[in-house]
């Protein structure tokens, strides 16, 4: 009466475990390609910032901090920590 329970419990184990090999991969894999999304985000955003500063002051920024500092950004980093520079803008 037990050997029928516990063989039972096993397949459902295997199954569990397969399933858990399948989708830890793919979870993996998501995780970075958000990460990188968000980077390319952040630097779409820092672009057109500092586009809409040359526009409001004529003048091109010295660098990307001066963004920050009148608050045309919240932050020069990406969401994986990297900050952003003008070269990764292609500026």
């Given amino acids: 009466m037990l050997i029928p329970l516990v063989i039972e419990m096993m397949i459902v184990l295997v199954i569990i475990s397969i399933l858990l090999l399948i989708a830890v991969p793919n979870l993996a894999k ?4 958000a990460s990188e999304k968000g980077c390319e985000a952040t630097k779409d955003l820092i672009k057109a910032q500092y586009f809409a ?10 660098s ?28």
């Fill in 64 to 91: 990307l901090s001066v963004l920050e500092d009148q608050k045309y950004v919240d932050t020069l980093k990406c969401p994986d920590g990297s900050t952003v520079t003008l070269n990764d803008l292609g500026l």
């Fill in 53 to 62: 500063y040359e526009i409001d002051t004529g003048n091109k920024p010295e």
């Fill in 30 to 33: 998501n995780q970075s390609m």
